[in-house]
């Protein structure tokens, strides 16, 4: 090929499962659907420099994190590497510089997997883009869909690095995972939420609090994998499918209280799953359980329509619709922030998806 060297430059935000993906079969595919609002501010961005090597016996790749060399990140991409290699089929004709910078503080319990593996993917694509003339796409695809082609082989490749990372692509809400009341939607990659939705919900706001920013004692891939003849697997997966086929209602009606209900019950249901598998294991703090019932006083006392989510650790997302973001920021900063480890929290909104720089 013609092109010696080259350089991508990707920005993709985190995301905030409402319907919770919990447990995957072979192959990065879900055992049930899930939906997340896509962020605005949580974002990684990522320069991919490549340059042609004279060998193809091995992937060769340096990784950095805000200027400084990661060895600790290579393991991941490598496995990453390997499994987007027959989708790729240029990777160990190059040497690959990755850099990359992540808006949030560094191990601040937030996720950057997300971010970072959807911003990885993109700058491949840009790549096989360039190393290809576009002929990436196949003939048989109109040139008006090249675009969705490419975000979608793109939220297919981040699939295979994070399984929520294909979320990540474009915003403000994207499903993975096949459902009948989805059109369009695939376990492969993940799609924009095809319906209209509410007003209720437009530039809804998250207050992500930082409540430990320690590394988690139980790692995501760990926890899918204890789904695995976990006693209420079944039952769980079947409920995801069923609160997402309820989420689309409620997303088109702006039902909030449905959606309080359904949003916090998904988040005790992922942590109920781990306290329920073989090992058991608790990602949340005490103050992971303060901050919960200092909401659910707040919404008892005022109204509010705020409400709480879960990752796959100790912080707290606080979500509220625009129309209270005073009323709740002032309530988070008085009353929640103290819970927060050095009184950090982030606020973020829902975003509409990456972008090249
Ligand atoms: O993408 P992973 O393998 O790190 O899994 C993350 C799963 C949750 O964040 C707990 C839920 C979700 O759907 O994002």
Known sequence: NAIEKGAFTWSSPSNIALVKYWGKKKNQIPENPSISFTLNNCKTTTTLSFSKKADKDAFSFDVYLDGEKKESFKSKIETFFN???????????????IETSNTFPHSSGIASSASGMSALALCLMSV??????????????????????????????????????????????????????????????????????????????????????????????????????????????????????????????????????????????????????????????PNTLEIINKIWSFRAETGSKVCFTLDAGANVHVLYPQNEAETVRTFIETELADYCQNRQFIHDAVGFGACQL
């Open 83 to 97: 499994r987007v290699e027959v989708y790729l089929p240029f990777l160990k004709a190059y040497h690959f510089k």
């Open 128 to 285: 096989e883009e360039a190393l290809t003339g576009g002929s990436v796409i196949p003939r048989a695809v109109e040139e008006s869909q090249a675009e969705t082609y490419f975000i979608q082989k793109a939220s297919f490749l981040a699939r295979l690095g994070s399984g929520s990372a294909c979320r990540s692509l474009e915003g403000d809400l994207v499903v993975w995972g096949q459902h009948e009341s989805i059109e369009g939607s695939s376990d492969l990659f993940g799609v924009k939420f095809p319906h209209q939705v509410h007003k209720a919900f437009k530039n809804y706001q998250d207050t992500i609090l930082l409540v430990d920013k320690g590394e988690k004692v139980v790692s995501s891939t760990v926890g899918h994998n204890l789904m695995h003849g976990h006693p209420f697997a079944q039952e769980r997966f079947k409920q995801a499918d069923k609160n997402l086929k309820t989420i689309t209602e409620i997303l088109k009606s702006g039902d909030l209280d449905a959606f309080i209900a359904l949003v916090e019950s998904e988040a005790l249901t992922l942590h109920a799953m781990m306290m329920t598998s073989m090992p058991y294991f608790i990602l949340m703090k």
